[in-house]
Every structure is written in C-alpha cells, then in structure tokens.
C-alpha cells in the first residue's frame, strides 16, 4: 500500500551546511553525496574461485588507496563474508582491512552476506545479521543501515527485522517505487524505518580510462539532472561503484567533474553512507515540518519495474531443486538442530562450532545469484553440495544432542530381534501428534507385529518391508560393525506429545508381518475419500475431483498444466505461439492401510522435446514425460499429501499445479517471513513491454510455504515449501475454469542464465550465456499439502496446518538395550508460533521466539523452569526494555500483537548480558566458546538441573543444559 501526502504549499529547504569547494556557504540539501563503493556477487557469471581471486586484487588496490589517500573511505558491499574470503587466501590483507574498518576508512555490512531476501526465512537473516556481528572487525565498525540494494524484491517484514537489530534507515532499489526517492516504509506488525531508492551500480559517472565516453563533468550534469527529476531538492546520492568494479582515486574523479555538479547548483563531496543518510534524514525533517511529509509504504516492496529496475520474477522458480534444498536445510536447523542444542548440550562447544560452520554454509547459498538459481552451471553445483554438507552437520548436532539425553539412535551391535524402541519428538512448542514415517532395522527374518506406547495402548500402524542389507555402523567410542538386516519403513500416527517433547513407543517383532499392518492394494480404483467426507476421484488430465456428501462438485484439484518458456533464469517469456498441455491418466491404484489411504496415478505428459529454432513456439518432436502422483489421505487428518515424481527429458518448458477454489475474493493470501499477505488477484502476465530496458508485470509473489485463494468453508490452501513463486488466476484465466486458483510452479527448464530477445523483458539482465543444467533434466520430485475448507477456514487454523504439514514429527530407532523414557518438553508454548529456540549467542541462557502472523492479537503462553527469568527482548537478542517475568507454576502470558514476532531471553538470574565488547572486537570471526563457558547464570549447570521435570528416571549428564529434559 502507497500513501502520498497533499503537494505542501511550500517545500524551500533553506538549511545550511559548512563551506562548499569555493569556500562559500551552501545549502545542505544542494550537496551530492559520493560514496565510493564495490558490489560483490561471491558467484554468478563465474564461479566462486574465480571471483575471490579478483576481490583479493580488489581488496589490495582498496587498501592501497586509502593508505595513500587518494581515497578518504570505502564502502567494501554490505556483507562481512568479503573478509572471510579475503583471508582464506591473504590473512594479511584481511588485517589491512579491518585496520581501515577500525579507522573508520572502511565500512561493511550490517549483513554476512547480501542474501535474496524474499526466499529466505526470517531466521535466516536474523542468523546472517548475528554472524555479521560475530566477523566485524570492531564494536562500531559494521554499517547501521539496511542496506540491500541489489535483492530483487523485498519483503514487508524487512523493516521489522532491521529494527530489531537497532537500525531504522534502508537502502533499496529494485522493486521500490519507480521515481519516488524517499519514503517511510512500515512493516506489518508497525515497525517503520527511513527508506532511500538508490541504485547502487552509477560507476560510470566517474569511470576513468574510456575514451568513447562523454567528458565527466558532461556525465555528472546528466546524473545529476536524473536524480532532480526524481528529488528536486536534495541531497543526492552517488553510488560510485558497481558489480566488480574498482573505482580509483574517487577525490580526482569528482575534481575532473565538479563542472557539471556547479552548473546545476550542487556541491559534489566524498562522503559515507552513514554522512548521506543523516543528511537526508535532516532534509526530510525539515520538508516534513514545512508541510511535506515523506509518502508512506507499507508491507513488500515489489512495485513495477521502471526502466532497468527490474524485479526478476523468474528467479522464484528457476532450479526449484536449489529452494527445495533451501527450505529443507532451513527447517532441519531452525526446528531440530537449535532447539536440541539449547535444550540438551547448550554449552558443549564443540557441537557449537558445527551448528555455527552448517549456518554459515547455509548463509553462504543465500545471495540471489546463488539461492535464485541465475548463474553460471558450476556455482550451482557448488550450492548442491553445500546443502549436502548442511545436512550432514545438522543431522550430527540432532543426534549428538539426543546422546547427551541418553537417547543412542546409533545402531550399532545385533540388530533387533524381540523388540525394538522408538524416540518420537515433537517439534513444535505446543502438544501436537500426526503423521510420522520413519525406518526401521530387525535381525532377518524378523517383521514388526505391533507397535504399543508408553501405557501399553497399541498403535495402529503400516509397515513395509525394503529388504535385506548389511548394516553399518562405528563411532569414536564404537569399533566399526556389519551386521546382517531387515530394513523395514513404518508408517503411524504418533499419539500427542508435550510441546517440544518426546516419548518412546515400543515395536513388537515377530516371524511374520501381521495381517493389521500390511498394505492393500486394488489396482485400477480411482477413488478414495476426503478429509471431512465425500470422496476424490481421479480425472482422465491425472487431477482429482472432489465430490461433497451434498452432491455439489470441485473438479480439478491438483491440474498440472504445462506451456512453453522462451525465458532465461530471470524470466518467464511466453513463445508467440504458446501450447498449454495436460496429462493423460494411464493407470491407478489405491493403496489402504490401518493409518492412510494413498490415490496412486501413473500418468504421462507428452511434451515438445524443445522449442522451435525461432524460438516463437514449442517444437514437433516429442518427448513422453512419465509421472507417479502419490495423494495421501492419513486418517483423521485433514491435509492431503500430493506427492509428484517426474524424469524430465523436455526443454524450455515450465509445469505448474493448479488448485481451485468454488467461489474466491479479489484477494490471496500468502505468507512472508512473520506474516501473512494479502495481494491481489493480477492478470497472469501483464502487457508485454515495447520500450527498451522494461519488465512485464507478472501475477507471481514470494512466499515462504502457503497460498491460499477463497474464504471460510471456500478457502483452498497450499503448502508447499521450497516452492516460492504461487500466484492467483481468476476466470477467465483459470486453467481448471473454476472461479479462481492457487497455482505453483514446480519446475521451470529454460537453457540461459540471460537473453537479449525476451518479450516479457527487453533486455538482457546477465550476460548471455548457456546454462544447460538450469534445463534441470532428470528426476525431479514435488511434495505439497494441500487442505480444504473448515480445517484453514481462518487465518490462525490455516498458520497452524502449515506448521505441522512443513514441519511433521520424526522417529529414530534406539540403540538395542539403550533404554530411554519419555520426557515433557523443558519449555512449552501455546497461542503462537514457535519460529526460534536456540542458545544465546553471549551463552546466557536461551531464546525463544513466537511469532503471529494473523492480524489478530493473540496471547501466548510460555511454560519454562519455575523461578527462571523471560525477559522480552529484541531480535539481536539486546533487552527491550519492557518488563520480564519470573516463570512461576503456571505458564507466563504474553500479548503478541497482530503480524507480531515476541521474542524472550530465559535465564536463571534477574541479570541479562548484553552483546560485550569482547565478543566482536577481536580479529576473524569470534569464537562464542569462551562465552559459552564464563556466562554466569548458572545455565546447564548443576544448581540449574532441569531433571525433576521428567523424574527420577533422569540423571543429569556432562555438558547437558539447565532446559536437557
């Protein structure tokens, strides 16, 4: 939303500032800032290495010029990751570095890296602004502000985040409203800061050394005459600077072009960010009390793109499988690793180490040209790999954690024989059970028969055996072992567990599967029923068409339809003359056991092995595309799981699932960082642009794992995380001819990171160069839940479906004769969204953060240790100020406004550390150890033992947490 002040009557600027290039006095607002600068993609039109070995000669020459002084400050990106690799390879030109940053001659940050910060999570950039805290090379060195400006898109939570790090100025561009230089930009939740749209790349107003250019003092009147179109009155930003480029001696370049600057009254002047944005917060005060008041912007920002401005919708779906990774990687972190850490081992310093090394491979994936999929083939197989190595560090911090409860999920020695143990945990901060599937190992010959919990009650449960292998297992403190065994895969909806607690069911071995756990299959029925009742029944296009217990119809949930991409990794382009094409049903089957019912679809899409040579329209030959469409119905759930496998052999095309909803609203919700969003229902793609250097306005938005179109018991939701562009079609558009659709893109093959002849964008964005593997040819694999009606009727009911659809319960096989008890989560929460639990970064204590994305208040409650401390504090977890609790019996009430994030420190002592200096003063990137192991609460230490709360069963463990139970 855009709110623009009555023009003021007046809007003369008469403050004044010190002494101008001739000595006399000049108005403040008369001045050009120059900021000399560099913008670092870490990887894009050429990988990493070859990349860090230019910012190593960048970073020489920098250094170089300031000693000398033929540049007074330099402004090194907004990402402190610049010094870790600048240091990999000259640790002494990284020292040179932070010397000038502790000088005051160099700036970075306030981010680690420049992160695409739409398809992140809010945890992700609170982790990125942390970790830049943690490299800084001195208390004060890090920028204050926002800066982001080269993200494609940004989201309305953005403000929020930056103001719970202290800072209340952004630097924006893309996506910013075209032509309006200033303005207030507000967050869901309230939460405002100062915003510039600058673009960052004007190095070639003060470029030295091209002779075909016009003379500089002619370049700078130009920049100058542009940005007065946009800000008549000052002062004005110059972004001496651009992708990969060294500016040299910056005082001599504004020399040979004060010229133009005088012409049009404006003082040029070697400046800092920092220096701009006082500046021009004080003229915007003095205009606002002189009756021009800044215009307000609420929520994202992803307005049309004016010319070169582009917002690059494309890159929301192009390599899906590196946001699917993403997503993934985020979850295991955030949900498992974190919270286990805090919980269970928050001082072992050694798992610290590997949680902070996974953040920081997770962080290094997140910048748009990484994380959007619009680079070269080798970064992106470099991004694949780091993923990998994500999962395998969290996956040790999890189990490592468990060990230190006593809970071995290390299955070493004779497999199973009578019985075998389940651990089940439950994420999330409230009592919640559902689906689980997990594996299982028995000696051979040996198959589960039943499946009891802790009373004894038994389970019902579905158990498929894969087969005979040779298990594996060793350790530090076990010798390496092979042992003979039966894999089995079980699948059981897992009784209510305490918020972030557990409890151990027990599986009962026998000679033979029994009869209640097997699978039955009936090849060709099409037909199963719904959550709620009536009945899915599969279509000849492989969608389903749900009929209510009323008779009434909703026919193509799950349509795929799949059309040309003429495009390239930034944008979708439609060919001239475009075929839209649906599957054909092949065969089908259902599959019912005790717990789920599961529509299974074999299907195939036939589809143009390529566009045509002209590239105007898809080509003759054809390719068959097999498909296997899973949908799963578990019983008493009212999420559906749509599960899609597909062996992509086509070129240029894009596939997108279509959901319909009976009667929608000019409005779809979907979801940022800590809110939902309301947008509205746009046209598929806009007018195609003529002029050069435009962008197509496309219907797509970000989101972070829901979509929904309709309302109350008419509300269609999708969950789909690591899926981020969804959009809404209204009919006529719709592909199902219902009234209106969510729809998701799944898969998105285009062969150019960039081309020049798109008609969606007229011109290039990157170099034009081949990307044969963003093609992504071979399997590929889609999850979705998707949910009807009642059950996400609300906002809250549809935030709450989500959460337990993307983030389900897990199991893990005990160690034989390791016994375990179940154990109440140490901390609960209730009435809002538990989105963080983790370990402070000073050591003191833990931190808690719940968020509401609804716009309606909530009230939360928080159960922790009786006598502990909550006090409410900001996202860098620095005290707010607002007043903290003493935990007594019953659980603390918290108020968490509408679109809010509430986030807590919990300590054993009234006293709340604050960020020391000695924690980001020194050299490199600080350890948090010694912190871990001075901080003086008393947290994890014996005076702290949480043990009572899970009983006498329990005994406190070395290195365990005062939260362990």
């Known amino acids: 939303m855009t709110t623009f ?48 070995a230019r910012l190593v000669e960048l970073a020489e020459r920098v250094c170089v010029e300031l000693d000398d002084g033929r540049m007074n400050s330099f402004h090194l990106d907004g990402q402190t990751i610049v010094l870790a690799d600048v240091e990999a390879l000259r640790p002494d030109l990284a020292a040179r570095l932070r010397d000038h940053a502790r000088a005051g001659r ?64 952004a630097l924006v561009w893309r996506g910013a409203p075209d032509g309006v230089a200033r303005f207030r930009w507000r967050s869901p939740d309230g939460s405002e800061v100062f915003a510039v749209n600058q673009g960052y790349h004007a190095a070639e107003v003060l470029w030295d050394g091209d002779p075909a250019s016009p003379p500089p003092a002619e370049r700078m009147r130009e920049f100058l005459a542009a940005e007065h179109a946009r800000l008549p009155e000052g002062p004005w930003l110059l972004m001496n600077g651009g992708d990969h480029l060294a500016p040299s001696s910056p005082r001599d370049r504004i020399r040979e072009s004060s010229a133009g600057a005088t012409e049009t009254g404006v003082t040029l002047r070697e400046s800092t960010l920092q220096n701009f944005f006082d500046a021009a917060r004080e003229a915007a005060a003095e205009r606002a009390a002189a009756g021009a008041p800044l215009p307000l912007m609420e929520g994202e920002l992803r307005h049309p793109a004016g010319y070169l401005t582009f917002i690059l919708p494309g890159t929301l779906s192009a390599r899906t499988y590196l946001k699917q990774a993403n ?15 805090a919980l269970h081992a928050p001082h072992d310093p050694t798992l610290r180490a590997d949680l902070d090394h996974a953040w920081e491979l997770l962080l290094r994936n997140a910048p748009h040209d990484s994380l959007c999929g619009c680079s070269v083939d ?48 439950n994420p999330h ?77 027990r599986v009962h071995l026998g000679d033979t599967p029994a009869a209640e756990t097997v699978t039955r299959t009936e090849e060709g029925a099409s037909t199963i029923p719904a959550p709620g009742g009536g009945e899915l029944t599969a279509a000849a296009d492989a969608s389903l068409t749900l009929r209510h217990p009323n008779g009434t119809e909703l026919a193509g949930l799950g349509l795929l339809v799949d059309g040309g991409d003429s495009g390239d990794t930034y944008n979708y382009d439609p060919p001239r003359h475009d075929t839209l094409l649906t599957p ?16 299974e679809l074999d299907a195939v899409l036939d589809l143009p092995t390529a566009l045509s040579p002209d590239r105007s329209r898809r080509g003759d030959d054809i390719t068959p595309v097999p498909l296997r469409i899973r949908v799963t119905h578990w019983a008493g759930d009212p999420v559906l799981r749509w599960h899609l496998e597909l062996d992509n052999t086509a070129h240029d095309h894009r596939l997108r699932l279509h959901l319909p909803t009976s009667r929608g609203t000019g409005t779809w919700t979907g979801d940022s960082q800590w809110s939902l969003v309301e947008r509205p229902v746009l046209p598929d793609l806009g007018a195609l642009p003529t002029a050069r250097g435009l962008e197509a306005v496309c219907g797509s938005a970000p989101v972070q794992g829901i979509g929904a179109v309709g309302r109350g018991s008419d509300r269609t939701a999708l969950f789909a995380p690591g899926l981020p562009e969804m959009r809404a079609l209204a009919a006529p558009e719709t592909a199902t001819g219902a009234n209106q659709e969510i729809v998701v893109t799944l898969l998105r093959s285009v062969g150019w990171l960039s081309r020049f002849d798109l008609r969606s964008r007229t011109t290039g964005a990157g170099p034009m160069l081949p990307t044969p593997e963003a093609q992504c040819q071979g399997p590929q694999t889609f999850d979705v839940g998707i949910a009807l009606g009642t059950p996400v009727a609300d906002d809250a009911a549809l935030v709450e479906r989500a959460a337990g659809c993307n983030t389900p319960m897990r199991a893990w096989q005990l160690r034989p004769n390791t016994g375990h008890a179940p154990a109440p989560g140490a901390v609960r929460t209730s009435g809002a969204q538990l989105t963080a639990l983790k370990a402070a970064e000073d050591g003191n204590g833990l931190i808690i953060r719940l968020s509401n994305r609804t716009s309606e208040a909530v009230e939360a409650q928080v159960h922790a240790r009786e006598g502990m401390l909550l006090t409410p504090s900001r996202l860098d977890e620095q005290p707010t100020g607002e007043p903290a609790k003493r935990q007594g019996q019953e659980a603390s009430t918290w108020y968490v406004g509408p679109f809010a994030t ?12 604050t960020n020391g200096a000695a924690e980001i003063t020194r050299d490199g990137p600080p350890s948090r150890r010694a912190a871990m192991t001075t901080a003086s609460a008393g947290f994890g230490q014996k005076g702290a033992d949480w043990s009572s709360e899970v009983g006498p069963h329990r005994t406190q463990r070395m290195g365990e947490g005062l939260l362990g139970t």
């Open 378 to 425: 080798e970064v992106h197989r470099e991004n694949a790999v780091r993923y990998e190595r994500v999962h395998q560090l969290g996956e040790h911090v999890v189990s490592r954690a468990l060990l230190q409860t006593g809970a071995d999920t290390r299955l070493h020695g004779d497999p199973a024989h009578r019985a075998a143990e389940l651990l089940v945990v």
């Open 106 to 169: 160099l700036t970075l940050g306030p981010w680690h890296v420049l992160a695409d910060n739409q398809l992140v999570s809010g945890e992700n950039l609170v982790r990125n602004l942390l970790t830049a805290r943690r490299w800084a090379p001195a208390e004060g060195t890090l920028a204050t502000i926002g800066y982001s400006p080269d993200a494609f898109g940004h989201p309305g939570d953005l403000p929020r985040l930056l103001k719970g790090f202290g800072m209340d100025t």
């Open 429 to 505: 901060g409230d009592t919640f059970g559902g689906p689980v599937e997990t594996d299982l190992l028995t000696a051979p010959g040996r198959h589960p028969v039943a499946l009891t919990g802790p009373d004894g009650a038994s389970i019902p449960f579905e158990s498929e055996t894969l087969g005979a292998e040779t298990v594996f297992e060793a350790d530090l403190d076990l010798l390496p072992d092979s042992r003979p065994a039966l894999r089995h895969r079980l699948r059981f909806t897992a009784p209510a567990v305490p918020g972030l607690g557990r409890t151990v069911l």
């Open 902 to 913: 509430l986030t807590l420190r919990v300590t054993a002592e009234h006293r709340v550390r």
């Open 5 to 52: 002040p009555e023009p003021p009557v007046t809007s003369q600027d008469t403050a004044e500032r010190g002494a101008g290039s001739g000595g006399d006095p000049v108005r403040r607002s008369a001045e050009c800032h120059v900021v000399t600068h560099v913008h670092w993609d870490r990887e894009w039109y050429r990988p990493f290495e070859s990349f860090r």
């Open 327 to 341: 997503a993934s990687a985020q979850n295991l972190l955030e949900r498992w690793a974190e919270p286990a850490l």
């Open 584 to 599: 054909r049903l092949t065969a089908s089957r259902t599959r019912v056991s005790a717990v789920r019912t599961v529509l």
